[in-house]
């Protein structure tokens, strides 16, 4: 008994023994073989026990890609938003209305402008009713002088870049001047134009009378080049300008004087801008044009004035300056 017991154990250790190599696949382990029962049944358990093995890893794997889908989503969803955010952010930076402009705005300008600045002005005191604004016009030589000496004012209008220069020679203006507009001369003669004028050359008879501004004004300095022009074309002879000024009855100090006296028939002749052939004016005079290759174009300059309300200086030159300011000087005959 105790012998078969020992066989028993024996040949039971011998099979374990077996088994155990077969499974850990020991180096005198032929593959080929396939006449051992438990060789075969080994594998089959290794590959239940390497499912059981894979099946966890796999499942980790698909149980990630779920998390990975619903991040692109939410990726999307915060991309197609931001536009929302960004668009909607001036909605909540937009700036209120400017306050309405109050008190004294005083605008020294040529006299040139007097009736494109007025319109100007008048739309400004539309949008602001307790803004008050005063100008003075003048020639451009005349308004420095009073600055000069200390008049106050916001803004300084010139008909040319000369009398602004010298405003900043006076150290009155406070920033760089900016072309606003332009202009060009014409002769203008009384309605029933006595003298019998009808060219540029005509200004050379003799026994007419003529006023002009004198060349300290702006609108002055400008005929005298057109009469230099005119002088140097061979179709008007050297001595043009000398047979015209022999002529001259008066020399006025702003172009509103030479319109006028021309308008109420006290002068032949006169030369002014092209503006100041205004509609109250049209019907008592006519003009003459005096060819572009002749002719002047004037600049006209405009600043603050040390010492003014920045603000409501700004805002008159900004007015100036915008389309609108743009359409009225256009409308009174400016470029």
Do not use: W
């Amino acid at each position: 008994m105790r012998e078969t017991r020992r066989r028993a154990f024996v040949l039971f250790g011998v099979l374990l023994l077996a088994m155990i190599l077969a499974a850990c696949g020991g180096d005198d382990a032929d593959p080929t073989s396939t006449t051992a029962p438990a060789a075969t049944t080994v594998p089959a358990t290794a590959t239940i026990a390497a499912a059981a093995t894979v099946a966890p890893t796999e499942a980790p794997t698909e149980a990630l890609a779920e998390p990975t889908a619903e991040a692109t989503v939410a990726e999307a969803t915060a991309t197609t938003a931001a536009p929302t955010a960004t668009t909607a952010a001036p909605t909540a930076t937009t700036e209120p209305p400017a306050a309405a402009l109050t008190g004294k705005l005083t605008v020294f300008a040529a006299a040139s402008l007097t009736d494109a600045f007025t319109q100007i002005g008048d739309s400004l005191k539309a949008d602001n009713p307790d803004l008050e604004i005063e100008f003075n016009f003048a020639g451009s030589q005349a308004l420095v002088t009073q600055l000069g000496q200390g008049a106050h004012a916001e803004v300084f209008a010139s008909a040319d870049t000369k009398q602004m220069g010298a405003a900043q020679d006076e150290s009155v203006i406070a920033n760089d001047p900016v072309i606003f507009t332009h202009n060009r001369l014409t002769i203008i003669v009384p309605a029933d134009n006595p003298g019998g004028i009808q060219t540029p050359a005509d200004l050379a008879k003799s026994g007419l009378k003529i006023v002009f501004a004198n060349e300290e004004v702006p609108v002055g300095r400008y005929t005298g080049q057109v009469l230099d022009l005119m002088s140097a074309d061979p179709a008007f002879g050297a001595d043009f300008r000398s047979q015209v000024e022999a002529n001259i009855v008066s020399l006025e100090e702003n172009v509103k004087q030479v319109v006028t006296k021309v308008q109420l028939g006290e002068a032949d002749a006169g030369i002014v801008y092209s503006s100041d052939v205004t509609p109250a004016v049209r019907d008592d005079v006519a003009t003459i044009d005096i060819p572009d290759d002749l002719n002047v174009i004037a600049e006209y300059p405009i600043a603050l004035v040390v010492d003014g309300d920045a603000t409501l200086g700004q805002a008159f030159i900004d007015a100036v300056l915008s389309e609108a300011g743009q359409q009225a000087l256009a409308d009174n005959g400016f470029r």
